[in-house]
């Protein structure tokens, strides 16, 4: 599942998934959702942080929700975003009482977000609560005064480079460098976050574990700021989206 920026009639930008996923199937599972917990739309917010208002025209497809409102979404209701993003007519995700599971991630596929200092790919979306979450990483973030939030959450995360080379930083450890080939094992409740220290790009895999995962939704191991990828940010390689998250950041 990928995610997309498309252009509606009029000029106004709408987010959807790839396969499909369009506003009003993301409204219809929301609202489903909410009505089968019996939640009014106030009690929704509350859970949330989102307004009334906002889920109201999320639920009508009146406005595209952005992968922050979807991720505070999916949190306060306690729901995978594999299940929110899901497409209609899919099977619903399997869970971990299944046993026997498998999917595979090809070359092109995976959902993508980004948060301006990196660009995510998560692989395996298909497995909802999953005991793993693997997400590919392109590091684009060159200073750590690019970030207003550093990453932590429960369990431990892997991390490999791919290409290129990162610098970690963390809450307890002075920061060292990975170089392509080299990986790094840590408390991912500690504060962190990687740099890149080439001259291209660093690209990574993240495999974070947490014990009580399973109740999590895989937008709890991205950074705070992290948002759909636009088809266009896509297509130019993402160049330009560090500039705009720094300023939207420090408006």
């Known amino acids: 599942m990928c995610v997309s920026t498309a252009e509606r009639e009029g000029g106004t930008r709408v987010t959807e998934a790839i396969p499909p996923v369009g506003d009003r199937q993301i409204g219809k599972r929301l609202k489903h959702v909410r009505k089968s917990r019996r939640l009014t739309l106030s009690q929704a917010s509350d859970l949330t942080g989102v307004s009334v208002s906002a889920l109201s025209k999320i639920e009508n497809a009146l406005v595209s929700p952005s992968f922050d409102i979807i991720k505070r979404i999916c949190d306060g209701l306690d729901l995978a975003i594999e299940d929110l993003m899901a497409v209609e007519g899919s099977p619903p995700a399997m869970g971990p009482q299944v046993l026997g599971r498998k999917t595979t991630t090809l070359r092109g596929e995976g959902a993508r977000f980004t948060s301006g200092q990196y660009d995510y790919t998560a692989h395996s979306t298909e497995l909802s609560r999953k005991g793993m979450v693997p997400l590919e990483l392109q590091v684009r973030a060159r200073s750590v005064d690019e970030f207003d939030h550093w990453s932590e959450h429960n369990g431990e995360e892997f991390v490999y480079v791919l290409s290129g080379a990162i610098e970690i930083h963390s809450e307890f450890y002075a920061p060292f460098r990975l170089e392509q080939g080299e990986s790094a094992y840590f408390d991912s409740s500690m504060k962190h976050l990687y740099i ?51 300023a939207s950041n420090h408006e």
Request: charged share 30%.
């Open 196 to 246: 890149s220290v080439s001259d291209d790009d660093a690209r990574v895999l993240s495999v974070s574990h947490d014990p009580d995962q399973g109740r999590k939704p895989v937008s709890a191991f991205m950074n705070a700021g992290a948002k759909p990828l636009s088809v266009s940010e896509r297509a130019g390689g993402g160049r330009g989206i560090r500039d705009r998250f720094r």
